[in-house]
């Protein structure tokens, strides 16, 4: 007599597809996460051959619409002394540095340094990119 077995139904996953997609998603996001602008604010920095490297406590942005940015918070050009002194007081060195677009009125940079002066900067730098030295 024979007796009749039970049929083994072999249940498996396959994660083999699982480990692609997860794969093809890290690559993805890695790439991407390259591509973030730092910072949020669009500006253009004029070239120098001299440029080098400084370190940054308090910066001033100027956007190519003439707007103020004081560490990327935009802020009236009226109440960037104020604002700049309550910033001075905070930081040990007190310098200020202005990132301005090439494209900006001259006399509005000008304003915006007397302004750091006038709040108490020790130090005022302008911003440039390291170029070639053919100036555009």
């Known amino acids: 007599m024979e007796f009749e077995r039970r049929k083994r139904i072999s249940q498996h996953l396959d994660i083999a597809p699982l480990i692609d997609i997860v794969f093809l998603l890290l690559i993805f996001f890695m790439l991407t996460a390259n591509f973030i602008m730092q910072p949020g604010i669009k500006i253009t920095l004029p070239q120098a051959r001299t440029s080098q490297p400084q370190e940054e406590m308090v910066i001033v942005f100027i956007s190519e619409d003439n707007q103020i940015y004081l560490n990327e918070k935009q802020i009236d050009i009226d109440y960037l002394e104020d604002a700049l002194i309550a910033r001075l007081q905070n930081v040990?060195?007190?310098?200020?540095?202005?990132?301005?677009?090439?494209?900006?009125?001259?006399?509005?940079?000008?304003?915006?340094?007397?302004?750091?002066?006038?709040?108490?900067?020790?130090?005022?730098?302008i911003s440039t990119e390291k170029g070639d030295g053919n100036v555009k």
């Open 92 to 125: 040990q060195k007190k310098a200020v540095v202005i990132k301005a677009d090439k494209k900006i009125d001259l006399g509005l940079a000008v304003r915006v340094m007397d302004m750091a002066k006038g709040a108490g900067a020790e130090g005022l730098s």
